[in-house]
């Protein structure tokens, strides 16, 4: 499904949030293109930066990520200004599905949709989001009963492995490894992909069960037929995350 699937545009009207990013040298490749790791900072800022503008950042403090999607039609380079909207393509009371478009000046063009669950900090279980928190982003889809589906599934062989190194600097508020960590893993086995990432391309990474620090973490990597980088990251023999990277059609 994830491959050919195809995302909302954006909206002629509704509750579009935008907001303008820098590109950070810090999130550079050894091209001076945006790194999928920058990618998903951009994202999470352009999220926290949603809910403060809407005055829902004490209402509504705590997400997590269930999914994330990132197709790059054209990579964002440095230096570069970038225009990012947000907006609503799916929820239902507790979780929503949240795309992103990020337009360079220069012509980079990432287009983004994450499946995000808002969460109750004490119970770390998901929480209900209010009437009017879904009542103001959700004029964008008439789609008000998102469910979970995993895209990920295929079987990843051991073979091709490499360690994946958790930092005390990936630890985020619920003690587990933050999500755009796991994207400086898949750019780490993605560089012996080139033909796949120098054209346009699509990431898929599900978060499954999390990595807390101390964990001996391994990366096992295998291509498919069809050219479809599988990727997973594992303690032990059990897969706690999925990813994946093909090219775009």
């Known amino acids: 499904?994830?491959?050919?699937?195809?995302?909302?545009?954006?909206?002629?009207?509704?509750h579009i949030f935008e907001t303008t990013l820098p590109?950070?040298?810090?999130?550079?490749?050894?091209s001076d293109q945006v790194r999928p790791d920058g990618i998903a900072r951009y994202l999470q800022e352009a999220g926290f930066q949603h809910l403060i503008a809407n005055g829902m950042d004490e209402s509504h403090p705590h997400w997590i990520v269930r999914r994330t999607v990132i197709d790059v039609i054209?990579?964002?380079?440095?230096?570069?200004?970038?225009?990012?909207?947000?907006?609503?393509?799916?929820?239902?009371?507790?979780?929503c599905s949240m795309r992103i478009r990020l337009d360079g000046g220069d012509g980079g063009l990432v287009e983004t949709e994450a499946f995000w669950i808002c969460m109750n900090?004490?119970?770390?279980a998901p929480a209900r989001m209010s009437d009017e928190f879904i009542n103001t982003i959700g004029d964008t889809t008439s789609e008000h009963r998102l469910k979970w589906k995993?895209?990920?599934?295929?079987?990843?062989?051991?073979?091709?492995?490499?360690?994946?190194?958790?930092?005390?600097?990936?630890?985020?508020?619920?003690?587990?490894?933050?999500n755009s960590a796991y994207w400086q893993g898949i750019h780490e086995v993605t560089a012996n992909h080139s033909d796949i990432t120098s054209i346009p391309h699509r990431y898929v990474i599900e978060y499954n069960k999390p990595i807390t620090s101390g964990e001996d973490v391994r990366i096992w990597t295998e291509l498919e037929s069809d050219g479809t980088l599988q990727i997973a990251f594992a303690v032990g023999d059990e897969v706690r995350t999925r990813a994946a990277v093909m090219a775009l059609p």
Not at 3 to 14: D, H, L
Not at 79 to 90: I, N
Request: aromatic fraction near 10%; hydrophobic fraction near 40%.
């Open 150 to 178: 995993s895209w990920l599934s295929n079987p990843v062989s051991k073979q091709a492995s490499i360690k994946f190194h958790v930092r005390r600097t990936d630890i985020d508020m619920w003690k587990h490894v933050t």
């Open 23 to 30: 590109v950070l040298s810090s999130d550079l490749d050894e």
């Open 74 to 95: 054209e990579p964002i380079k440095w230096p570069d200004q970038l225009r990012a909207r947000r907006w609503c393509a799916a929820l239902s009371s507790r979780w």
């Open 1 to 14: 499904m994830w491959k050919s699937s195809t995302m909302m545009p954006v909206p002629s009207s509704g």
């Open 121 to 124: 900090l004490n119970t770390q």
